[in-house]
């Protein structure tokens, strides 16, 4: 558990830093944890990935969390409209702008990737293509993006408001359009996603 933990406290401390102004006083940072829907959504995710890590080593108490996490995960799927799945393997730092609309399959995803509402990651299905994205650090996904197939995304990515990526993308790319494509190379995203790049 310790490990999630730190996960969750890197995801919080993303979030605040996003949401709130330098230095929040206690009363905003508390209000970001009691009332923030997208950060909720992120914990629900840790917990239902953390329940299927559980499960290896302790069957039983896995189950009794995986059992929780579902009933979580349906009312958090239901009121928020976020469904992320536990087998999806999500890096540190994640950030939900807006919650509304997002799915996310079993999906491979690095560190401090900002997700905005409408995206769609996961299997792609048509033209027999079953495989998922593996998506890199420091990645910005806009709003509406839909991310499908067995596709890698490299860091730094930004992939702009309503693009359909269904292509590899080198690092630091940004990409646009349906379907995407290359815009500009050698692009830094690092104001958008409030993380300074390795």
């Not at 009933?71 to 469904?83: A, G």
């Not at 379907?179 to 050698?186: G, L």
Request: hydrophobic residues 45%.
């Amino acid at each position: 558990m310790g490990k999630s933990r730190g996960v969750i406290a890197s995801d919080k401390a993303r979030g605040m830093a996003a949401m709130l102004a330098p230095n929040p006083p206690f009363r905003a940072r508390l209000n970001y944890l009691l009332f923030n829907s997208e950060f909720h959504c992120v914990v629900v995710y840790r917990l239902g990935r953390y329940a299927r890590l559980l499960r290896e080593h302790r069957p039983a108490a896995g189950l009794v969390l995986t059992f929780a996490h579902r009933v979580i995960n349906r009312f958090v799927t239901h009121l928020d409209h976020v469904d992320i799945s536990p087998q999806a393997d999500i890096g540190p730092g994640l950030l939900l702008m807006h919650r509304h609309g997002v799915l996310i399959g079993p999906v491979i995803v690095g560190r401090n990737c900002v997700i905005h509402q409408n995206v769609t990651i996961g299997q792609r299905v048509a033209g027999g293509d079953r495989g998922l994205p593996t998506i890199g650090d420091n990645v910005w996904i806009g709003p509406a993006a839909v991310i499908t197939g067995s596709v890698n995304i490299g860091d730094g990515v930004t992939i702009s408001a309503g693009s359909v990526l269904s292509k590899d993308v080198p690092d630091r790319c940004l990409v646009a359009g349906n379907p995407a494509r290359v815009i500009v190379k050698d692009y830094d995203n690092a104001p958008m996603i409030g993380v300074q790049p390795d």
